[in-house]
């Protein structure tokens, strides 16, 4: 029942990726606004990158949410399936990461570069890009742990504090948009302490397709490779009987 339930998702998932990634990006160049005429805007064509960068780190945080639930189940049962859950979450959740990371890089370069100040200096010293960057290097961490660490007992019991750990990130990188006045992230959830960073109408909806569209990436991709790391954990047991078999 659960292996037919789990094969139904990753159908439904994928079917959902094939035809919201077309809707994304019709969205994202024929109905969204048209930066070009706004003196304030610096880089109208790179803004468009604001429909796939928030999108992917809030299906990161959606990951991390998964790791930190499963985290806490392993440590309270020490049941290795949560862990290997939690192990599939969190390397998809890292990629979503490393994804934001990257398009959030090129959009600020060009949207927040100041004149006698470094680009990347601009976009580093921003609040909320530091927390994301302590969050993606928390959760690099825990992938490499489980590289250099031996014994899965061992493994899972670091992995479950260190994504335990690291998910307090997720609300801190939401409040400081939110409190700090000195964010230059927009805020769709409202003005916040910076009005002048707040989101349209239209713009929120599009950005609600794009969320929707990578959660259902993240749920695909993890549903694979939680299967693939349950193959992996099935042949290592068959190899491990016919290695005592005389």
């Known amino acids: 029942m659960k292996a037919g339930f789990e094969a139904k998702a ?12 077309p809707v994304l990006l019709y969205l994202t160049w024929f109905v969204a606004p048209d930066w070009s005429y706004q003196p304030d805007v610096t880089a109208p064509l790179t803004r468009k990158i604001l429909f796939f960068h928030p999108p992917s780190a809030w299906a990161s945080f959606i990951a991390y949410a998964v790791v930190f639930v499963l985290g806490i189940a392993y440590l309270n049962e020490r049941d290795l399936r949560h862990d290997r859950a939690a192990r599939a979450a969190a390397e998809v959740g890292f990629m979503m990461n490393s994804i934001a990371l990257a398009t959030g890089t090129l959009w600020g370069i060009q949207e927040w570069a100041k004149a ?41 019991r670091l992995a479950a504090v260190f994504g335990v750990l690291g998910f307090i990130a997720v609300p801190a990188s939401f409040l400081t948009s939110r409190l700090l006045t000195t964010s230059l992230h927009p805020d769709i959830a409202g003005p916040g302490s910076n009005p002048d960073a707040a989101v349209s109408g239209d713009v929120g909806m599009i950005l609600l397709v794009g969320f929707l569209v990578f959660l259902a990436l993240f749920v695909h991709l993890w549903l694979q490779r939680l299967r693939i790391l349950r193959l992996e954990d099935e042949t290592a047991v068959l190899e491990a009987q016919e290695t005592d078999t005389p």
């Open 10 to 21: 990753r159908q439904v998932s994928l079917a959902a990726v094939l035809v919201g990634f």
């Open 116 to 156: 006698g100040q470094n680009a990347l200096a601009t976009v580093y010293s921003e609040p909320k890009v530091l927390v994301v960057v302590v969050l993606w290097l928390t959760f690099a961490a825990y992938l490499l742990l489980r590289r250099f660490v031996d014994g899965p007992e061992r493994q899972a």
